[in-house]
């Protein structure tokens, strides 16, 4: 069984909205931290923003602070991811990813997510 599958992906145009959703199978969800990565081909998977497991504390990457917000339902097992603004810069596929364990400052480090997800298309034209 996949422990994490992304949703939510599709072609907006610039300045547009997506939602994406983490949906997670792992046995208790509230015991790790999420990310979310974006990455295009050719460049190194990015960093986009993390969320401790109680949803309490966030951190975003500076390219996309003030437009994403990370949000979670431990209860429904679901991570989201909420874009707005966006912008072509943002084309890319996103995966969500679980780590064990609190926010860190190693939290925006791919290195550190044992679980990832398949990935999902976001496009976004000018």
């Known amino acids: 069984q996949v422990p994490l599958a992304e949703s939510g992906g599709g072609s907006v145009q610039t300045g547009g909205s997506l939602r994406l959703s983490c949906a997670a199978s792992?046995?208790?969800?509230?015991?790790?931290?999420m990310g979310w990565f974006r990455h295009v081909p050719g460049k190194e998977r990015e960093f986009v923003g993390a969320?401790?497991?109680?949803?309490?504390?966030?951190k975003y990457a500076e390219s996309v602070k003030d437009r994403f917000t990370i949000s979670r339902d431990n209860a429904k097992k679901t991570v989201y991811l909420q874009m707005n603004s966006l912008k072509p810069e943002d084309s890319a596929v996103y995966y969500c990813?679980?780590?064990?364990?609190?926010?860190?400052?190693?939290?925006?480090?791919?290195?550190?997510?044992?679980?990832w997800g398949q990935g999902t298309q976001v496009a976004v034209s000018s």
């Open positions: 990813a679980a780590t064990l364990g609190r926010l860190t400052r190693a939290s925006t480090s791919w290195k550190i997510y044992t679980y």
């Open positions: 792992l046995r208790t969800l509230s015991m790790y931290s």
């Open positions: 969320i401790g497991e109680s949803g309490t504390m966030t």
